[in-house]
DNA sequence: GGGACCGTTCGGTGGGGGCCTAACTGTGGG
DNA sequence: CCCACAGTTAGGCCCCCACCGAACGGTCCC
């Protein structure tokens, strides 16, 4: 056999595998997933689904995140996203695949909105970012930082950070639910503190769970997306 | 793991050897390869080329044709080409596949010009074949087929076909050197033995090959190509 | 700090598959 | 008709690798 063989042979490999491919294709969908999560898809133990990740990150057809004791993975980019779904077009049939965790807890309160560490998560802490990267208050092109703009806007709400040494000012977050950044760092720290102090949010008692009011709308959110983090009368 | 990601796994799985994906990016060139030619070039046993080739086939990646004692395999259609050319373009290097054959037998008599059974082959054999479609005496919507101005051609030869029963008319024969198509079935056998009676090609002594003059120019070939099928003054 | 949970490492097991040699079938050329 | 050659079948070898259970760090929540 030939070099150049071999080489393609390698990729072909990393897909040659019945729960590597279940992997990927449920990777398809863009989102970071954790270990665990894919192991009870592909239904194998989590030692085995930890060597093929490792598989396939070593083989650079997934990036990872590892953040505190979860590993996220996703599709390394783009390209071999476009690559596996032309080897995923020549199957006949293809189910949309089963996101069982956002299925599952997908009208849960922990769901909208959350705590994580001392910043806001879940529906409410991605819109918040996605809200102010719309408004130009976060300038993403290199890492994560705050725009001039984005520093007069806390002013102008009367958040001041707390700088604490060896804390980076503003850092991405990969949201455990929605699995798309939300904001960390001191910025989302601040964020968070004020949104509990002024009862933007509340506690839910027994986790970490919020309640979220319609005067989270003062951080510039969407109508829309304000209405739905709200729950219905029926729920707590 | 889910029945798609076993699908998608069948299919990883052809090309997850390297001697099977030495053999598809072979065949990358759009010809027919035998059997034994990519065991030669994959450096494994004949035995071994054999099963790969049947997992290929079966599995819809390769089409065969066989002939006689040869297997020929091409890849299945130009859409399972284009998959290949993307993981292909994944492995940074890629080097022209080395041809061995055809590189060796290129300037022969033999791969210019010979006979395959009753009909005409090698480079005036396919060159034949191109020129008369391009002349819209062969149709090959459905099959082959000669054209009624096919049929006004041969008359204005003098070429007459020798019915017999159960052989078509016309038939395509895939070359062996130049993998391509060429004429045989009754068309092929009378096109051979008018251009052999008037001279147009002789045997030349010792084998299949023919020696080629001028003359053939009569099947309405383009001038280029006769000059080509003609030797150089220094050879035989 | 205790308990729960995520993930990894290790050792062992079983199955699958790629490869070969030897022997056989079938085709074609002279 | 006989030899040469393309390809296949049969049998056996061996390595790779997917998988699991058990035990072990690390992290987070309360």
Redesign the interface.
């Known amino acids: 056999?030939?070099a150049?063989?071999?080489?393609?042979?390698g990729?072909?490999?990393?897909?040659?595998?019945?729960?590597?491919?279940?992997?990927?294709?449920a990777l398809l969908d863009g989102r970071a997933w954790t270990a665990s999560e894919l192991a009870r898809?592909?239904?194998?133990s989590r030692p085995t689904i930890s060597e093929h990740l490792n598989q396939l990150v070593s083989g650079g057809l997934l990036t990872e995140v590892r953040q505190g004791r979860h590993r996220y993975v996703k599709l390394a980019g783009p390209d071999t996203a476009e690559?596996l779904e032309?080897?995923?077009a020549?199957?006949p049939?293809?189910?949309e695949?089963a996101n069982s965790l956002a299925a599952v807890s997908k009208r849960d309160a922990f769901a909208r909105a959350r705590t994580c560490y001392d910043h806001l998560a879940g529906k409410l802490g991605v819109a918040l970012a996605d809200a102010m990267t719309e408004r130009g208050l976060i300038d993403w092109s290199d890492g994560i930082a705050l725009t001039a703009e984005g520093q007069a806007w806390l002013e102008d709400l009367g958040i001041e950070l707390e700088v604490r040494r060896g804390r980076p000012a503003l850092r991405s977050c990969l949201d455990v639910t929605e699995r798309r950044p939300h904001l960390a760092g001191a910025v989302g720290a601040a964020l968070c503190k004020h949104a509990l102090r002024h009862d933007w949010v509340t506690h839910i008692p027994g986790g970490r769970a919020l309640k979220v009011t319609g005067s989270v709308q003062a951080f510039g959110l969407p109508v829309r997306v304000v209405k739905e983090l709200q729950p219905g009368p029926r729920e707590t």
């Open positions: 056999m030939t150049e063989g071999e080489e393609l042979a990729w072909a490999r990393m897909l040659a595998d019945g729960t590597r491919a279940t992997v990927c294709l898809l592909a239904k194998v690559l032309g080897l995923a020549l199957t049939r293809r189910t695949v």
